[in-house]
């Protein structure tokens, strides 16, 4: 399964993720293989609108999909009218004069939009549902021919329902499995013997969470789960598609790190490597946080990504949009390690506003959202162009 792909990057469907991947060069998206955690997708009211758009930007390529399982935050119309009256009432006591009553058009967009997330909330417990939701979650998956679907693995057999289906079918399926999580492990040997006989169409996803400042433990984890499981399945297991999946990108705030950071995820696969046949996962030059928030402010920073290493260049003015050209300067005038850029989005991306061009494409680069896009698009460039 997926004989002639090395490497799988880790993304979600949020705006600036799936960005990243749909401005990657055609011959870029060709050598990797996606692995998309779906989100919601704008104020739908399912993970089949996410679906629809990732077939979109795919264009017809293959991905592995997942989702996530955390609901939507909802305030009713009550609570809502609550919290005007309650800041109403501080503009008043600060000498301001009140805010402008919702009009109707306006309560009702509100009451529009919280109608569809309480509908997206209901659909979502569906899939989280232990007995039913696997099931269901094939069967969202199965309307799209390029998606591979992450099993569920809610107890060993609802993932041997899955694995029977997924086989029966002809259709490959992944397993992910958290190192840190030892009860997935267990679950999957349980199905070993499944396992054995679905070879071909699995893909199995050991996963490592962040690696910062902690890549021995990290491939030892990684290797003693591939070794359990290699065992109990037995020869068979040669068959599985086997992704080594981390990441190195530091989660502290980069004010604090060094302005060059390894890329040590390559490291933790050339270890993995010696011992089994792996591909190469990480989450795309992330640091694989729950949330993307930004707090007390943020400082400017433009990344370049090099084929061992993301250089940073930052400027400590918090909330100074201006900076993010002389950053792009500074990495564009150092010709040593410019020379080492991969030509792809993002590098353009850089060359165009250190020239002082911060509207590129319809999109303004003053904030820290579209540099996102613009690191994890260089790193997925150079780990196909450049690593693998």
């Given at each position: 399964?997926?004989?002639?792909?090395?490497?799988?990057?880790?993304?979600?469907?949020?705006?600036?993720?799936?960005?990243?991947?749909?401005?990657?060069?055609?011959?870029?998206?060709?050598?990797?293989?996606?692995?998309?955690t779906?989100?919601?997708?704008?104020?739908?009211e399912s993970?089949?609108?996410?679906?629809?758009?990732?077939?979109?930007?795919?264009?017809?390529?293959?991905?592995?999909?997942d989702?996530?399982?955390?609901?939507?935050?909802?305030?009713?119309?009550?609570?809502?009218?609550?919290?005007?009256?309650?800041?109403?009432l501080?503009?008043?006591q600060a000498?301001?004069?009140?805010?402008?009553?919702?009009?109707?058009?306006q309560?009702?967009?509100?009451?529009?939009?919280?109608?569809?997330?309480?509908?997206?909330n209901?659909?979502?417990?569906?899939?989280?549902?232990?007995?039913?939701?696997?099931?269901?979650?094939?069967?969202l998956?199965?309307?799209?021919?390029?998606?591979?679907?992450?099993?569920?693995?809610t107890?060993?057999?609802?993932?041997?329902?899955?694995?029977e289906?997924t086989?029966?079918?002809?259709?490959?399926?992944?397993?992910?499995?958290?190192i840190?999580?030892?009860?997935e492990?267990?679950?999957?040997?349980?199905?070993?013997?499944l396992?054995?006989?679905?070879?071909?169409?699995?893909?199995?996803?050991?996963?490592?969470?962040?690696?910062?400042?902690?890549?021995?433990?990290a491939a030892?984890?990684?290797l003693?789960v591939?070794?359990?499981?290699?065992?109990?399945?037995?020869?068979?297991?040669?068959?599985v598609?086997?992704?080594?999946?981390?990441?190195?990108?530091?989660?502290?705030?980069?004010?604090?790190?060094?302005?060059?950071?390894?890329?040590?995820d390559?490291?933790l696969?050339?270890?993995?490597?010696?011992?089994?046949?792996?591909?190469l996962?990480?989450?795309?030059?992330?640091?694989?946080?729950?949330?993307?928030?930004?707090?007390?402010?943020?400082?400017p920073h433009?990344?370049?990504?090099?084929?061992?290493?993301?250089?940073?260049?930052?400027?400590?003015?918090?909330r100074?949009?201006?900076?993010?050209?002389?950053?792009?300067?500074?990495?564009?005038?150092?010709?040593?390690?410019?020379s080492?850029?991969?030509?792809?989005?993002?590098?353009?991306?850089?060359?165009?506003?250190?020239?002082?061009?911060?509207i590129?494409?319809?999109?303004?680069?003053?904030?820290?959202?579209?540099?996102?896009?613009?690191?994890?698009?260089?790193?997925?460039?150079?780990?196909?162009?450049?690593?693998?």
């Open positions: 399964m997926f004989d002639a792909i090395s490497y799988f990057p880790v993304l979600t469907t949020r705006a600036g993720e799936l960005n990243a991947y749909e401005q990657c060069y055609p011959d870029v998206k060709n050598a990797m293989v996606p692995v998309f779906l989100t919601r997708y704008a104020e739908t993970f089949a609108n996410s679906a629809a758009a990732l077939t979109g930007a795919l264009e017809g390529r293959p991905a592995i999909v989702f996530d399982p955390r609901a939507r935050p909802v305030t009713s119309l009550a609570e809502a009218a609550e919290r005007r009256r309650r800041n109403n501080r503009r008043v000498g301001q004069s009140e805010s402008r009553p919702r009009s109707e058009r309560l009702a967009n509100d009451a529009q939009r919280l109608r569809r997330t309480e509908a997206f209901r659909s979502l417990a569906d899939l989280m549902n232990p007995s039913e939701g696997p099931s269901r979650w094939l069967d998956v199965e309307t799209f021919p390029e998606l591979v679907p992450v099993l569920r693995m107890d060993a057999a609802a993932l041997r329902r899955q694995l289906r086989c029966a079918a002809g259709r490959p399926a992944a397993i992910r499995i958290r840190s999580e030892p009860s492990t267990a679950i999957v040997l349980s199905c070993a013997g396992i054995r006989s679905c070879a071909p169409f699995v893909v199995l996803i050991v996963d490592a969470g962040n690696i910062w400042g902690r890549g021995d433990a030892a984890g990684i003693d591939l070794r359990r499981i290699r065992h109990d399945v037995g020869d068979e297991f040669d068959q598609t086997i992704i080594a999946l981390s990441t190195a990108f530091p989660r502290q705030p980069l004010r604090s790190m060094p302005p060059v950071l390894p890329i040590s390559l490291a696969h050339r270890e993995i490597s010696e011992w089994f046949d792996v591909r996962g990480d989450y795309g030059s992330l640091p694989n946080r729950t949330e993307d928030t930004i707090a007390r402010g943020w400082f433009v990344d370049l990504a090099t084929p061992d290493h993301w250089h940073v260049s930052l400027y400590e003015n918090n100074d949009a201006t900076k993010y050209v002389d950053a792009s300067r500074d990495i564009v005038g150092n010709q040593e390690l410019w080492q850029k991969v030509e792809c989005w993002g590098t353009e991306v850089i060359e165009q506003v250190a020239r002082g061009d911060q590129i494409g319809g999109r303004s680069f003053t904030h820290p959202s579209p540099w996102l896009s613009v690191r994890i698009n260089q790193h997925m460039s150079q780990m196909v162009r450049h690593r693998l």
